[in-house]
């Protein structure tokens, strides 16, 4: 069964960096793309950024420039590099493959305020 575990969430001033690692079990990690998802409080979740199985990556406009998203297939893991944090993105983060798994995992809260 597969399963994602997130962490590496916080509370982080305005402007500042976090770094977040997912662990997925299984073994369609490698052959599958992999994505962060993000859920503020109120509103549905929407996708942050993904990255194939082959390295290439895409950005929603809103994190463009400043989150960047990789993976270690060998680790099964992936990351999302978060700078120049502002308020507005925090939210519960949660990665998945494209198209998404169930269950999904409990996800990390990243919180932006001063």
């Known amino acids: 069964q597969v399963q994602f575990v997130e962490s590496g969430g916080g509370l982080v001033q305005p402007g500042g960096s976090l770094k977040l690692s997912c662990a997925a079990s299984g073994s369609m990690f490698g052959s599958r793309a992999m994505t962060w998802y993000r859920q503020a409080p109120g509103k549905q979740r929407e996708m942050v950024a993904i990255i194939s199985s082959s390295g290439s990556t895409t950005y929603v406009d809103l994190v463009k420039g400043r989150f960047t998203i990789s993976r270690d297939s060998a680790k099964n893991t992936a990351y999302l590099q978060m700078g120049s944090l502002k308020p507005e993105d925090t939210a519960v983060y949660y990665c998945?493959?494209?198209?998404?798994?169930?269950?999904w995992g409990q996800g990390t809260q990243v919180t932006v305020s001063s």
């Open positions: 998945n493959t494209f198209p998404p798994m169930t269950p």
